[in-house]
């Protein structure tokens, strides 16, 4: 019974050491580029995994911490942060919600992959499967329940996968990737058109 067990703390040991492997792995990946712009296909499946819609746009990041995230087809959305504050606009609506970065990071993971405070990433654990990195999160009440990132050869982000707590499934396939963009001054501030309601949580 004494070596049952020994075996089974041997196996957690080893599976938690593999787990913070993979995290530290991952980080390293992602902060071999401060800079990353990509155009994006989204293909969006249901619970039971039947397609539902697809979607398109661009997507650009900064480090530390700075977003944008437009989704131009079939309808226009857009999510920037500026570091410390997250913009939501949604035009068909004309409405704009904004939230802080730190509340925003547990609904939208990509503001993860933009981020550089290695704290943050204690709040999930992180593994491989294949040639994936799939993190999950530790917090049930987070909307995703798990990603997963995928790279090229030249280790830049081509695919990733994002599961939502309710089972809905989409998946992101990136083109025309470039990780030294030259971002023009403001590119990460976000004013909101004259006219649109505007829902401030800060």
């Known amino acids: 019974m004494k070596k049952l067990a020994t075996l089974g703390l041997l196996l957690l040991s080893v599976s938690s050491a593999a787990l913070a492997d993979a995290r530290a792995d991952l980080q390293k990946k992602l902060a071999t580029f401060e800079r990353f712009s990509a155009s994006f296909s989204q293909q969006v499946f249901d619970e039971q995994g039947k397609p539902m819609q697809s979607a398109g746009g661009t997507m650009e990041l900064s480090r530390p911490d700075r977003f944008r995230w437009h989704t131009q087809v079939p309808d226009e959305s ?82 990733f996968v994002v599961v939502e707590s309710g089972g809905q499934r989409s998946e992101f396939r990136l083109s025309e990737v470039d990780t030294a963009p030259a971002f023009q001054a403001g590119r990460f501030q976000f004013t909101p058109p004259a006219g649109v309601m505007i829902d401030d949580q800060r």
Do not use: C, H
């Open 78 to 159: 857009l999510i920037v942060s500026n570091g410390t504050d997250v913009w939501m606009f949604d035009p068909f609506v004309e409405q704009v919600t904004i939230v802080p970065l730190a509340e925003a990071v547990l609904n939208t993971p990509f503001l993860l992959i933009a981020g550089s405070d290695g704290r943050r990433w204690q709040q999930y654990d992180v593994s491989r499967q294949g040639d994936a990195y799939v993190v999950k999160s530790r917090n049930a009440a987070e909307l995703i329940k798990e990603f997963s990132l995928t790279f090229d050869r030249q280790n830049r982000i081509k695919r």
